[in-house]
């Protein structure tokens, strides 16, 4: 069974940068859309970032100009770089992709287990 595994997140300063990474657990045809969500404590969970089958990304008013999603399809790892951050980024960060595994002859959406991103001094 394919699981998507993040990694890096972790404790930060204000202003300072993290790389979130979400990779695919085996071997899989491609990784298609991907999408980066958040979910601070009593909060509802609120979409960050989109990148498309094609490469074409959206981001929310929040987020935009710090922090940068991209796809690596050799890898089959998405990636978050969250730049200049604030205290109101800390939460829960979840990645969500849509993949083409090597046994069926279509996608599946998949979710990450979520990393812990706190922004604090």
């Known amino acids: 069974q394919v699981q998507l595994v993040e990694s890096g997140g972790g404790l930060v300063q204000p202003g300072g940068s993290l790389r979130l990474s979400c990779a695919a657990s085996?071997?899989?045809?491609?990784?298609?859309?991907v999408r980066w969500y958040r979910q601070a404590p009593g909060k509802e969970r609120e979409l960050v970032a989109t990148?498309?089958?094609?490469?074409?990304?959206n981001y929310a008013d929040s987020v935009k100009g710090r922090f940068t999603i991209s796809r690596d399809n050799a890898k089959n790892t998405a990636y978050l770089q969250m730049n200049n951050l604030k205290p109101e980024d800390t939460a829960v960060y979840y990645c969500?992709?849509?993949?083409?595994?090597?046994?069926?002859?279509?996608?599946?959406?998949?979710w990450g287990q979520g990393t812990q991103v706190t922004v604090s001094s």
């Open positions: 085996t071997s899989i045809r491609s990784m298609n859309a």
């Open positions: 990148m498309s089958t094609s490469g074409n990304t």
């Open positions: 969500n992709a849509d993949l083409l595994l090597l046994a069926s002859p279509y996608g599946h959406n998949f």
